[in-house]
């Protein structure tokens, strides 16, 4: 009998193992702008970026309350469009993972994002960019989201969703795993167009994780 609890024992703890190391790869969060600062993202072009105090805070929405106390805000204005973007440097293993999931606060605006996702493929950690910045040797993979109106919509977009988006130039297949000396998702970008030629954009981003 005393045997037989032993090996019960055991099972339960390696279920709880099991389980638990399970749980820690159910996701990778980006960022949730809860440190109140933006200095994980570099930004580029005419905007405007800040960690402000999430709009909904109190609402009985799962979404919103899942935001916490901050986002991450993005003011610009476009030239042709094109309104500017931010980046951040991620150097990660996310073969695990089948889909970037983020929340949206939009605005009457409108508009749209384009999600980049840059694997490395030549195997030397960096991605080495022409004058336009497009990759030379590494994959760029593109999305775009259109942005809707106030209020946040949580996205969740797989992979496959992604398109290549600088044909010829790394291997043309998406494998963001580190081996062979690539640093495998290296670099995350999101460039924000307007709906007018020469309209504003106006977006809160939260929550932004990697996941199944
Ligand atoms: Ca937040
Ligand atoms: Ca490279
Ligand atoms: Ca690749």
Do not use: H
Not at 3 to 27: D, G, Q, Y
Not at 110 to 126: A, H, V
Not at 166 to 191: E, F, Y
Request: some cysteine; charged content about 20%; glycine content about 10%.
């Amino acid at each position: 009998m005393r045997k037989i609890r032993l090996w019960l024992l055991v099972v339960c703890c390696l279920l709880l193992v099991v389980s638990c190391s399970m749980a820690e790869l159910t996701f990778y969060l980006i960022d949730n702008f809860e440190s109140g600062s933006t200095s994980k993202w570099f930004p580029f072009g005419s905007i405007d970026v800040s960690a402000v105090a999430n709009p909904l805070a109190k609402a009985k929405d799962l979404v919103a309350e899942s935001c916490g106390s901050y986002m991450l805000k993005i003011k610009g204005s476009a030239s042709d469009w094109y309104v500017g973007g931010i980046g951040t440097d991620l150097m990660i293993d996310a073969s695990f993972y089948k889909r970037l999931q983020m929340d949206i606060y939009g605005s009457a605006l409108g508009g749209k994002l384009r999600i980049e996702l840059y694997d490395e493929d030549n195997g030397n950690n960096q991605i080495e960019t022409d004058k336009n910045w497009q990759p030379l040797y590494d994959d760029k993979w593109a999305v775009e989201i259109p942005i809707l109106g106030p209020g946040f919509t949580r996205i969740s977009v797989p992979f496959t969703a992604f398109t290549l988006d600088n044909p010829g130039k790394g291997d043309g297949i998406w494998n963001p795993a580190t081996k062979n000396g690539s640093s495998g998702l290296t670099r995350m970008q999101i460039v924000f167009v307007a709906k007018e030629k020469t309209g504003k954009v106006d977006v809160g981003l939260d929550n932004v994780l990697l996941t199944y």
